[in-house]
């Protein structure tokens, strides 16, 4: 559906960046929408998104409709100039439905019941709650089809709910029957000969309930993919009914940043737009890298410009302690979002809730209100990015280094019974993007069957289990005059999740130059593994190698002499997870040595470089002025100001320069 004559981003950006968030005015009296639109002109608001958490007030009995107050305010906003992003109330059902039928209700691992009374309490696989989803979207669809106010529409809200019910039970086996055909294929792809699980009927087949012990991997990857699939049906049902009525109009809805539960290579096929939820830490040192990472994957997912659905203007409230954000950091970050490819800034929520669960999650407007420092501070960004859309909307980044990643390669390795509990395929991937984004090398994300010709260099972190196409993708990489680097845990299991002969594909030992890996070694938490070049983390890895590879070797303890980092010409393997400084240092030899350079060289240390179309963002990390030398002369679209082979950077600076 998300095809070349489908919609995208450009059809509501229309030259501007999208600004504004989630707008809840059914948590408000009347006259207070009047002044939020006030509030709102006065910051350049020019989008909301409306109704994500209306279905009890759309629909406060079965099968009844109450449509006059967003009738109200969907001319409102329309009468004040500001898009309305429409959604689809379906991911919080009212308590009715979970009452009436509770065969709509999700069940968890052990059994027991998902209630209402939160949200996202909805069986994906009940047929009930997609009858009942599709109604409502009909609805919704039919009414506001022709509204002059609606610029998109979003689909539910962040889809992450799992079910092992009964229902998702038989929608599993349906699954498992279409990828499998037959029980003996399915007996061969999960192994049930070890621990006596082998199935003689389709009906004994359960979800990845809870057991005695451990469940059996196979099972458990089979159930993620399933459940991703499973979503994506809900998407696609409720996406479809609104593309009948408006082809015009395009279609999203929300990923949570890096979620483990969605295949969003998969998802992002289907969506006109991508969009995503973001939320750093602002006490986090790496608050910053973070969300760079999270930008580069949803960039790369969207293959172009995409939206930041979410953010806080502030502090959230579902961290043990949580930090408003400084003076000037809610501005770098929005700006750094723009920077690496955003033509949307939203925000969770526009006004501040009273009530409810998220009563301390910031809003655009705070309890502190228009006199508040945070909405001070989003008038500020709203007039910045009215200034430099025209300039910067539906331009692209080229990047030179592609990071790959696959959630099925995540998902497999996440088992019990693994070598290591520390490894964490998502720290592992920060690791490896964070020794690029300090190197300050733009990157793009990439599935590992993708083309990759255009990259000088690929780096692999960890991609425990591999599809035969992929290593032949990579191999054909290296073949074509790319260079790679791999981490440990690639290429040890196939897309079954069945070890590979000698723990690791023989295609990819060939390439590194590994005759044998005899052990795998993992480390304590805090434990380290000195090398004659750096210090290892995390793991450690037993090799026999040819001997012309060996780039670094272990010093001290049972691998002492052994090789740790291998370069096979342009093949290289990194068998432990070196400390920050000397991973940055090593991947930036690497990419040196590849061709691969930092839009700008000799940058201070904590000011990042983007090149996003013909315009060149700094942003500045820091809370002390930086000077940053410049190239010639540049037009500063922030300020309006002409900088000559310098600029200064103030606490959280940021300059657009165009050349």
């Not at 969907?74 to 992003?85: E, P, S, T």
């Not at 998502?426 to 690791?431: F, G, N, P, Q, R």
């Not at 679209?637 to 606490?651: F, H, K, Q, V, Y």
Request: proline share 6%.
């Amino acid at each position: 559906m998300a095809a070349v004559d489908r919609p995208g981003l450009a059809d509501a950006t229309r030259g501007r960046i999208l600004f504004g968030g989630d707008y809840n005015p059914e948590q408000w009296p009347e006259e207070t929408w009047h002044e939020d639109v006030r509030l709102m002109r006065d910051a350049g608001v020019n989008s909301v998104t409306l109704g994500v958490f209306s279905w009890s007030r759309l629909e406060p009995e079965p099968g009844a409709r109450e449509f006059g107050w967003l009738d109200t305010l969907m001319d409102l906003m329309h009468a004040n100039g500001i898009g309305v992003v429409l959604a689809t109330p379906t991911s919080a059902p009212p308590p009715w439905l979970g009452r009436l039928y509770p065969d709509t209700l999700p069940r968890d691992e052990n059994g027991d019941v998902e209630w209402w009374g939160g949200r996202q309490h909805f069986s994906h696989s009940s047929a009930t709650y997609r009858r009942h989803a599709a109604a409502i979207t009909e609805d919704l669809a039919a009414r506001y089809a022709g509204h002059p106010a609606l610029t998109m529409w979003h689909i539910n809200n962040e889809y992450c709910t799992a079910d092992h019910g009964d229902e998702a039970a038989v929608a599993f086996r349906r699954w498992l029957r279409a990828r499998y055909g037959t029980l003996d294929a399915l007996n061969i792809a999960w192994g049930t000969d070890f621990w006596s699980q082998g199935y003689d009927s389709w009906d004994s087949v359960l979800p990845a309930r809870r057991p005695h012990y451990m469940k059996n991997p196979g099972q458990v990857l089979d159930f993620r993919r399933f459940t991703s699939d499973m979503l994506l049906e809900c998407y696609l049902a409720e996406r479809d009914i609104v593309a009948r009525h408006t082809p015009h109009i395009p279609v999203t809805t929300n990923f949570m940043p890096l979620f483990f539960g969605q295949d969003a290579w998969r998802w992002a096929e289907e969506e006109d737009v991508v969009s995503v939820d973001l939320y750093p830490d602002p006490r986090d040192p790496l608050g910053s890298q973070h969300g760079a990472l999270v930008q580069d994957l949803t960039r790369s997912l969207a293959r172009g410009p995409w939206m930041l659905m979410e953010q806080a203007a502030g502090p959230v409230n579902w961290r043990g302690v949580n930090h408003p954000k400084p003076r000037g950091l809610n501005r770098l970050w929005s700006l750094q979002a723009v920077a690496r490819g955003a033509d949307a800034v939203c925000y969770f929520q526009w006004r501040q809730s009273r009530q409810g669960a998220e009563k301390f999650h910031s809003g655009m407007v705070s309890h502190a209100g228009e006199r508040g420092r945070t909405f001070q501070e989003v008038k500020q960004l709203g007039a910045e990015l009215a200034r430099i859309g025209p300039e910067v909307t539906n331009s692209h980044i080229e990047a030179e280094v592609a990071i790959l990643h696959d959630w099925h390669a995540w998902w497999a390795g996440a088992q019990d019974g693994r070598p290591s509990t520390h490894v964490d395929h998502s720290a592992v991937l920060h690791a490896w993007h964070r020794a690029l984004w300090e190197s300050r090398l733009t990157t793009d994300f990439a599935h590992p069957e993708h083309d990759l010709s255009g990259y000088r260099l690929v780096v692999v972190p960890q991609l425990y289990a591999m599809t035969d196409a992929a290593i032949d993708n990579l191999l054909a990489y290296v073949r074509g005059g790319g260079t790679l680097v791999a981490g440990f845990l690639t290429g040890v299991a196939d897309e079954d999740d069945r070890v590979r002969p000698g723990g690791m594909d023989a295609r990819l030992c060939e390439l590194f130059g590994i005759r044998t890996l005899h052990e795998w070694w993992p480390l304590e938490a805090g434990e380290h593994v000195e090398t004659d070049g750096f210090r290892g983390t995390l793991w450690s890895e037993e090799l026999e190698t040819e001997p012309d590879v060996v780039e670094t070797v272990y010093k001290g303890g049972e691998l002492d002499g052994l090789p740790a980092v291998l370069r096979n010409d342009r093949a290289w393997y990194v068998s432990t997870l070196p400390e920050p400084e000397a991973f940055r240092a090593l991947l930036a030899r690497i990419a040196a040595d590849a061709g691969a350079r930092p839009v700008l060289e000799g940058l201070p240390p904590e000011v990042e470089a983007v090149r996003r179309g013909e315009l060149l963002f700094l942003l500045h990390h820091g809370r002390e002025p930086v000077t940053v030398e410049l190239p010639g002369t540049h037009h500063d679209l922030l300020t309006g100001t002409a900088r000559t082979d310098e600029i200064t950077l103030g606490r959280y600076g940021v300059a657009v320069l165009r050349s």
